[in-house]
T-cell receptor
Framework: DQQVKQNSPSLSVQEGRISILNCDYTNSMFDYFLWYKKYPAEGPTFLIS?????DKNEDGRFTVFLNKSAKHLSLHIVPSQPGDSAVYFC?????????????FGEGTQLTVNP | DSGVTQTPKHLITATGQRVTLRCSPRSGDLSVYWYQQSLDQGLQFLIQ???????AKGNILERFSAQQFPDLHSELNLSSLELGDSALYFCASSRGGDYGYTFGSGTRLTVV
């Protein structure tokens, strides 16, 4: 049962344009969502997060939007840069005690063309 | 350097063998998580330890086991290896009170 799903395995955009990566979840107990970025031969690195009490969180060029009723979140990157080319993982966590586990999506390979 | 150290980086072994993957968490982090990433798949949660105790278990095979030692480093033991166990194995750590993980760079296991 894939509780976090990224339906687009890949996305290609031009440098300077907007990249929009999407993520859907099924578990209504999830209350915290994160995006991780992964370069080849490296571990995933934390990018941005959002709590379920918010519907938007912004950090520089990165903005995450959360639509709880649709159980959908998206990551917007504006403007996109070639260095943003990486695999992006959406992750979610539910109510829990310290050290809550994360459930990850399958990842989306973003390619930003110069 | 993320602060989470995984060794070895690469491992090639034969079917039926047993291997041990090691993880040293970031200084001060009490939780250690193990994830498996097979080809073209996402990160599958295996197991979590918090301050030496098992906290949560995911889709971890019975042939796999893990532990966290008093110095908080963790080991993932994989036995009776099969070709399908070939994957990237990531360790992550967190302070315990937050949701943000710090990942290591992974161990690439190839079973031949």
């Amino acid at each position: 049962d894939q509780q976090v799903k990224q339906n687009s395995p890949s996305l290609s955009v031009q440098e300077g344009r907007i990249s929009i990566l999407n993520c859907d979840y099924t578990n209504s107990m999830f209350d915290y969502f994160l995006w991780y970025k992964k370069y080849p031969a490296e571990g995933p690195t934390f990018l941005i997060s959002i709590s379920s009490i918010k519907d938007k969180n912004e950090d520089g060029r990165f903005t995450v939007f959360l639509n709880k009723s649709a159980k959908h979140l998206s990551l917007h990157i504006v403007p996109s840069q070639p260095g943003d080319s990486a695999v992006y993982f959406c992750a979610a966590s539910g109510l829990g005690t310290s050290g809550s586990r994360l459930t990850f999506g399958e990842g989306t390979q973003l390619t930003v063309n110069p | 350097d993320s602060g989470v150290t995984q060794t070895p980086k690469h491992l090639i072994t034969a079917t039926g063998q047993r291997v041990t993957l090691r993880c040293s968490p970031r200084s001060g982090d009490l939780s250690v998580y193990w994830y498996q990433q097979s080809l073209d798949q996402g990160l599958q949660f295996l197991i979590q330890y918090y301050n030496g105790e098992e906290r949560a278990k995911g889709n971890i095979l019975e042939r796999f086991s893990a532990q966290q030692f008093p110095d908080l480093h963790s080991e993932l033991n994989l036995s009776s290896l099969e070709l399908g166990d070939s994957a990237l194995y990531f360790c992550a750590s967190s302070r315990g009170g937050d949701y943000g993980y710090t990942f290591g760079s992974g161990t690439r296991l190839t079973v031949v």
